[in-house]
C-alpha cells in the first residue's frame, strides 16, 4: 500500500495552563489511550473531565486539535525527562557493559594508542565526566519511568504512530522526529568516546532504541509486571552495547 504524502503537522499552539485544560488532558489521554482516538467521543471526553462539550470545544477546537495538543503535551514530558542530566561518573568507575572485555590478558601492545576520539573500553571514563554509555542507560531508565507514569499516552502512541493513513500523520513526524534527535544525540556521543561497528546503519541503531523503549515498557506494564525496570533498561542497552565493538579475544 502506497503511504502517499504525509499529511502537514497540525498546528501545535503553546499549551495554556489552567486547571480545565489539565482535567481534559487528563481524562482524554486515559480514554483514548484505552480504546484509541477513533473509539472516543467529545461528549465522553466531557464527561469524563467533568465539563461541559463546549469547553472542550472553546479550549481545543476540535477533537482532532485536543489529540495533536495531547500527543504534544506528552511528548514535551518525555522529552524532558531523556533530556534530564546523568550523573557524573564517580572517581575510578568504569561502564560495567565495557569493563574488561578490552585486552582481557594482557596482550594489547601498550606502544599502539587507541584510535584518535575513541575510548579504549577497559579504561575509565575520567572522574567528573559523564560516560555517554552510562549516560545512555540513563535515559533509557528514565524513558521506562515515563512509560510507567503515562501508560495511556505510551499506548496511544503505539496505537496511533504506525497507522496508515492517519489525521496525525504530520503531527507523529514532527514528534518523532524530535524524539530520535534526541536519541541520535546519545548515540552521536557513544560514537565519539567508544569504537563503534560502522556498518550498523545509524538511523536504524537510533529507531531501534526508540521503538523498543515503548515497546518493552508498555510490554512490561501490560503482561510482565513482575519483570523489573532495571531488566527492562538492560535488554534495551544490550542494542546499544552491540554497537560498542570490542576487542577481539587472544589466539591460542
Known sequence: MSIGTPEPAKALRPARTGATRQKIFDASMELIGERGAAGVTVDEIAAASGVSKGTVYYNFGSKSELIAQLLRHGV????ARLEGPAPAVPAGAQDPGTA???DPAGTQDPAQPVPAGTQDPAQPVPSGTQDPLLAMEWMIGAAMDFM????SFARLWVSENW?????WQGTFAVLRGELLAVIGAAVENVAKTYPVDTTVSRGSLETAIFGACFVVGLDRQTYNPERTRDQSVAAIMAIMRGYVLKAPAPAG
Open 76 to 79: 514535551d514530558i518525555l522529552k
Open 148 to 151: 510507567s507514569d503515562y501508560p
Open 100 to 102: 574488561g572485555t578490552q
Open 163 to 167: 497507522r496508515i493513513p492517519s489525521e
